[in-house]
């Protein structure tokens, strides 16, 4: 216990030992594995929290929410490391691609964001969905990036250079998730009572 209200996300670190978790008192909490014990309390956002992600390696955790910010922290020590501020609603979802380089955010002002994990800088500013963005994944590889919406389609982009590789429609409802299978051949995507398995490749169901 420790949350004021509704806990959105949580995720675990790459070594297991630490567990954030996010919620609507503006905070994100690092959680001892072992003990159970809270460890720290990380306190700079303005709203609701709704999204954590940690770095492959673990030192760096990501967190978003509904303040319209993508913040950057220590994951040792808690310290605020940078804050994005790009976005023009609320972020909804981030990724961190496999080498760690790049972090993607999205959310309801319906673009995908990519930054430099290291340089801070906004990479690329991805537009194509025309609704709420409320998931992506990149592929183990990192050469690709697919993000769910809304609008009904699953959206494959270009980790490297941003462009929109191809638009996968057929789901009837908002697709809430997208996932990749381990060797990046096959990407699962969820909408309402469906699930679809696509092949990274060419695209096809």
């Known amino acids: 216990e420790g949350h004021q209200g509704t806990v959105w996300s949580v995720a675990w670190s790459a070594d297991g030992k ?3 978790s996010a919620g609507s008192g503006k905070t994100v909490l690092l959680w001892d594995e072992s003990s159970g014990k809270l460890l720290r309390t990380l ?3 303005q709203g609701f929290v709704l999204c954590v992600a940690w770095s492959v390696d673990g030192k760096t955790l990501a967190s978003a929410g509904s303040d319209k910010t993508v913040r950057l922290w220590d994951g040792a020590s808690g310290k605020l490391l940078r804050t994005f501020e790009e976005h023009q609603d609320f972020v909804l979802t981030v990724a961190w691609s496999a080498d760690g380089k790049t972090l993607a955010s999205a959310g309801d002002d319906n673009t995908v964001r990519l930054w430099g994990g290291a ?3 906004l990479l690329r500013t991805l537009e194509g969905h025309q609704r709420s963005v409320l998931s992506v994944a990149w592929s183990a590889d990192g050469k690709t990036l697919a993000s769910a919406s809304y609008d ?7 980790g490297a250079s941003g462009k929109l590789l191809r638009t996968l429609e057929g789901h009837q409802g ?8 381990s060797d990046g051949k096959t990407l699962a995507s ?3 009572v469906t699930v679809r398995l696509w092949d990274g490749a060419s695209g096809n169901l």
Do not use: I
């Open 174 to 181: 908002y697709v809430r998730s997208v996932a990749w299978s």
């Open 119 to 121: 340089s801070g800088k």
């Open 152 to 158: 009904h389609t699953v959206r494959l982009w270009d």
């Open 43 to 45: 306190e700079r956002h």
């Open 190 to 192: 969820a909408s309402n």
């Open 18 to 20: 630490t567990l954030a």
